[in-house]
């Protein structure tokens, strides 16, 4: 190590994780065995790494590298990809799909993996009702999923879902030995699995400090392989830098390899940079401004309706340099079904005082509580367009940063629920399903769901639309739903940003697809070429 650091003239950047020392170099970090990390840094801290509680950016980045799913989601179109099932049929009635799966996949531990541990993750998920339950929960029962033998996994659906398979790469499996070890007063290990993991993935857990960082080391046997050969790879280090000023100096540096949430501006620095590459990608994901339509002021859809054609979406661009397009419907551009919708807003202020009018408050005179994500400049820039909007009807806006679990934590309750909630939200899926699904009481409690919208005609049309398998019946309702949930004005619909990443020249096999979260990488096909 010391030769090390005298070759790079380098000083001690970070000493933690265990025994590893982690070492400002210029190209990231080296593991005293002389293995390289790759440093990934971003603002979101791992709530869990139990793939059956909760999924957002950064915990289902983490989860996908250390569980394996039965498919899994690649490429630009999303497209789902054959994984631990290396094949599948679905009967002609689509109530009956069974998976092959591969028989050389193993746990961390060694334990072989079969239909039987498939059966156990999933039923396991369903009956927590957390997480990734809500995708499949109202088309399956626990007991209908079966092991037909040690690698025939067959589901019985309760009725035909056309989305099914396209919700399948978000559901993990564990090792039940390892859970059912650690079950704690009936907890089905949810308290052991926040901070551990019993997976088959490419990268296992080597140190989970939280709020801190998060190492994973490479499981060198890794039954599905790798992109690359190379026996350098020690893994890969997940760092929290909540300010991105923060990150792009690191980068810059050469202590951070991959910053996940850099501004348009600092994206554009660090272009110039030799060192350092720019991944852009359209994105599935949608920003909102989310209304808590149960608050006293947005439960009026005059009012929702008169803050909407207030705002200056132009403005939306502005802020991310262009890099970025305005929504043209609830449903992003990607999304099966999108269509435009006339009379979506935009800004048009005579339309806002006609709207103010005609509501309870036609004078203004309140405050509304926006809530964003602290250090994000982004969405910072976004209320104060909003503030200066919203001034013409006088309608004044407080600005409250929070960290995201605060956030979620907030949007859990409909009476904690803000007023205004800043929402990047990727659906799961390029089914239809999942963005309607969004605006259905099921969502409620939700990051995505914070708008606790309750329309009776728009609940019926969602379970009309995700029950039928025929395209041509279910094309039109969804055009009907998009419709309908810019009428109710639920939120100032955004704009799709563009998928941005940063990234030294010397990370390898970095591949983006518009299906992940904001922040959200793959780390499997990652490697390093010093």
Known sequence: MQSFLKKFGLGLSVALLGATALVGTANAVEKQDGKFYLVVAGRQPVSTLDPAQKYDYSSRMVEQAVYDGLVKYEGNPPEVKPWLAESW??????????????????????????????????????????????????????????????????????????????????????????????????DAGQA?????????????????????AYRLDRVDDYWKGFYDDSDKMGGIIYKLVRESAGQRAGLLKGEIDIATDLTPEELQQVAKNKDVEVSKVPALTAFGLKFNTTSEY??????????????????????????????????????????????????DLEKAKDYMAK?????????LEYVY??????????????????????????????????????????????????????????????????????????????????????????EKARAETLWEKRAPIYAE?????????????????NRTFAHRTWVKGFMDSPIRMTGEIDLYPLYVQP
Request: aromatic letters at 12%; charged letters at 20%.
């Open 298 to 347: 947005l439960s009026d859809l005059n009012v929702r309706k008169a803050l909407a054609y207030s705002f200056d979406y132009d403005g939306f661009i502005k802020v991310v340099n262009g890099e970025g397009k305005l929504q043209t419907s609830p449903f992003t551009d990607a999304i099966r079904g999108h269509v435009d919708i006339d009379g979506i807003p935009r800004q």
């Open 89 to 186: 049929s679905v009967s002609d009635d689509g109530l009956e799909w069974t998976f092959n799966l591969a028989d050389n996949a193993k746990f961390h531990n060694g334990d072989p993996l079969t239909a039987s541990d498939v059966v156990y993750s999933f039923k396991r998920t369903l009956g927590l009702n957390k997480g990734p339950a809500w995708m499949l929960s109202d088309f399956i029962d626990a007991d209908d999923i079966t092991a037909v033998d040690d690698y025939t996994v067959k589901f019985k659906l309760k009725r035909p879902y056309a989305a099914f398979l396209s919700f399948l790469p978000w559901w993990y499996i564990v090792n039940p030995k390892q859970v059912e070890a650690h079950i704690v007063d009936g």
């Open 192 to 212: 052991w699995l926040n901070e551990n993991e019993a997976g088959s993935g490419p990268y296992k857990l080597g140190k989970f400090e939280q709020g801190k």
């Open 481 to 497: 739903i998009q419709q309908k949930i810019v009428d109710l004005q639920p939120e100032i619909f955004g704009l799709m940003r």
């Open 359 to 367: 509501s309870a408050f036609p004078d203004g005179g309140f405050e």
């Open 373 to 462: 994500v602290q250090g994000f400049e982004i969405e910072r820039q976004f209320g104060l367009l909003m503030s200066e909007a919203f001034k013409q009807l006088n309608v004044s806006v407080k600005m409250v940063p929070l960290t995201w679990p605060n956030m979620v934590g907030r949007a859990a309750e409909q009476k904690t629920s803000p007023d205004i909630m800043a929402v990047f939200a990727t659906p799961v899926s390029t089914d239809p399903d999942a963005v309607a699904i969004q605006y259905h009481p099921s969502s409620f409690g939700k990051y995505y769901g914070s708008h606790y919208l309750t329309d009776q005609s728009l609940i019926d049309l969602v």
